[in-house]
T-cell receptor, first 116, second 113 residues
Framework: EDKVVQSPLSLVVHEGDTVTLNCSYE??????LLWYKQEKKAPTFLFML????IEKKSGRLSSILDKKELSSILNITATQTGDSAIYLC????????????????FGKGTLLTVNP | EAGVTQSPTHLIKTRGQQVTLRCSPI?????VYWYQQALGLGLQFLLW???????NRGNFPPRFSGRQFPNYSSELNVNALELEDSALYLC????????????FGEGSRLTVL
């Protein structure tokens, strides 16, 4: 069974700090890894990392995929109170039956709280 | 362009009842995914529909079922509700090529008393 583990489960920092969130996975037939931010209800997309795109950056956020270590990190620099949210990591893998049988497995998320 | 829409946004049911949740994907998206997000458990995969067919199913009992209509909208049905079914049910859609990000709706918050 596919597994996605995020750490830490929760984190409290002060504005201006830099944080690193971790995601490790055990899947067969890896296809992609996605990061989402969930503030209230609907998770919003941050990054997608694949074998052909292992590093992404957008403003203060950046993410790296380490296919050798089967993990990814999400970095947030100069954190702001608006960064407070649950950060979700998801890994997509092809099922054993092949074809178009893909499955996206989410980790439990990291709850980030940024205090002023 | 409208995003993924879900209804109802909130509902309260009692044990043993049945519920139907609805989802309309982004126009042009053929894949619909259903997830359950219970407190402390993250997003648990329920069902994946594409082109009207069920493509994959998570580890949930058969009382969780659904379908996808010709216009690609989808329903999730839960029979014989139990207290532990209380959760946020999220629907997401993806494009025809079934690649790239999933776009999520705001979810349906189900409370079972």
């Amino acid at each position: 069974e596919d597994k996605v583990v995020q750490s830490p489960l929760s984190l409290v920092v002060h504005e201006g700090d830099t944080v690193t969130l971790n995601c490790s996975y055990e899947v067969t037939n890896f296809r992609s890894l996605l990061w989402y931010k969930q503030e209230k209800k609907a998770p919003t997309f941050l990054f997608m990392l694949t074998s052909s795109g292992i590093e992404k950056k957008s403003g203060r956020l950046s993410s790296i995929l380490d296919k050798k270590e089967l993990s990814s990190i999400l970095n947030i620099t100069a954190t702001q109170t608006g960064d407070s949210a649950i950060y979700l990591c998801a890994v997509e893998a092809r099922g054993n039956s092949g074809g178009s049988n893909y499955k996206l497995t989410f980790g439990k998320g990291t709850l980030l709280t940024v205090n002023p | 362009e409208a995003g993924v829409t879900q209804s109802p946004t909130h509902l309260i049911k009692t044990r043993g009842q049945q519920v139907t949740l609805r989802c309309s994907p982004i126009s042009g998206h053929t894949s619909v995914y259903w997830y359950q997000q219970a407190l402390g458990l993250g997003l648990q995969f329920l069902l994946w529909y594409d082109e009207g067919e069920e493509r994959n199913r998570g580890n949930f009992p058969p009382r969780f079922s659904g379908r996808q209509f010709p216009n690609y909208s989808s329903e999730l049905n839960v029979n014989a509700l139990e207290l532990e079914d209380s959760a946020l049910y999220l629907c997401a859609s993806r494009d025809r090529a079934n690649t790239g990000e999933l776009f999520f709706g705001e979810g349906s918050r189900l409370t079972v008393l």
